[in-house]
């Protein structure tokens, strides 16, 4: 399996928190440079959310998620996660993981950077 697979989301009252891990296989993550999430609404383009740093755990966030949301990982497990806290109606949508396959023309921020993308994984949340 060389797709990421997603877990964790779910229904949560705005102003809760949740936690999706997003695993890797070991081909996946063999020329993994940047674990990405990124994550649509109905109707709406799909947007990056936050990215780490395979190697070196640097992090980078989209602005309307900087400080509530955090994307970690852990190396030995191929998983990174995505911590989201005080979240409300606006961050309901299908979140996705997807993994490069090292550097390439397109920005991290950008969808096209990446190759490998899992099945998504249902947010919503309630007023």
């Known amino acids: 399996q060389v797709q990421p697979v997603e877990s964790g989301g779910g229904l949560v009252q705005a102003g809760g928190s949740l936690r999706l891990s997003c695993t890797a296989s070991g081909r996946t993550v063999e020329n993994t440079a940047t674990v990405g999430w990124f994550r649509q609404a109905p109707g709406k383009e799909r947007e990056f959310v936050a990215t780490i740093m395979w190697n070196d755990g640097r992090t980078y966030y989209a602005d309307s998620v900087k400080g509530r949301f955090t994307i970690s990982r852990d190396n030995t497990r191929n998983t990174v996660f995505l911590q989201m806290t005080d979240l409300t109606p606006d961050d309901s949508a299908v979140y996705y993981c997807?993994?490069?396959?090292?550097?390439?023309?397109?920005?991290?921020?950008?969808?096209?950077?990446?190759?490998?993308w899992g099945q998504g994984t249902q947010v919503t949340v309630s007023s």
């Open positions: 997807a993994t490069d396959r090292g550097l390439g023309p397109f920005s991290i921020y950008d969808a096209r950077h990446y190759t490998y």
